[in-house]
T-cell receptor, first 111, second 113 residues
């Protein structure tokens, strides 16, 4: 497809792991990103992964990249109520000056 | 360190009135600059981006225009607002080389009445 796709909603219980999935469009995209948006705020860059990597871990965050399937995921371990937000994946397509964002996944953490 | 500012934070304007939203970046030179609109708290729509002073690329035909009068200043304007212009407007910057990750401002909530 032409759009970066994400599920719209995800609910998890506090302390569980969250997995947010994304399907991107360009198999030659060099970098892929995860952003977090809290209510009424701008987007905050959480992490990124270079296309020659399969996995990247940063504290509670783990990014997995499957280039063959053009699938990106973000795992949040020990999810906390402060993790409730909208999460966007984005790709940098070859030759583009801008990023292409997914529709965002609203994560709700249930206490 | 780099910071990005947007103002105003919120704005309520009547239909047909003009609009000017401002974005400024500190702590970096010659950034790429972007304007996005987010409707109803959902996905981002890229409106304009700029790779240098006076260089504006428009992504979506619309009632809006953008200008970059200085290296680190990006302005979003309209001569006559429509109801459909309501939304959350986000400015972002990135470096011109390397990873191109974008850093976002706090946003402006525009309500057209």
């Amino acid at each position: 497809g032409e759009d970066v796709e994400q599920s719209l909603f995800l609910s998890v219980r506090e302390g569980d792991s969250s997995v947010i999935n994304c399907t991107y469009t360009d198999s030659s995209s060099t970098y892929l990103y995860w952003y977090k948006q809290e209510p009424g705020a701008g987007l905050q860059l959480l992490t990124y992964i270079f296309s020659n990597m399969d996995m990247k871990q940063d504290q509670r965050l783990t990014v997995l990249l499957n280039k063959k399937d053009k699938h990106l995921s973000l795992r949040i371990a020990d999810t906390q109520t402060g993790d409730s937000a909208i999460y966007f994946c984005a790709e940098r397509k070859t030759g583009a000056n801008n990023l292409f964002f997914g529709t965002g996944t609203r994560l709700t953490v249930i206490p | 360190s780099q910071t990005i500012h947007q103002w105003p934070a919120t704005l309520v304007q009547p239909v047909g009135s003009p609009l000017s939203l401002e974005c400024t970046v500190e702590g970096t030179s010659n950034p790429n600059l972007y304007w996005y609109r987010q409707a109803a708290g959902r996905g981002l729509q890229l409106l304009f981006y700029s790779v240098g002073i006076g260089q504006i690329s428009s992504e979506v035909p619309q009632n809006l225009s953008a200008s970059r009068p200085q290296d680190r200043q990006f302005i979003l304007s309209s001569k006559k607002l429509l109801l459909s212009d309501s939304g959350f407007y986000l400015c972002a910057w990135s470096v011109q080389q390397g990873r191109h990750e974008q850093y976002f401002g706090p946003g402006t909530r525009l309500t057209v009445t």
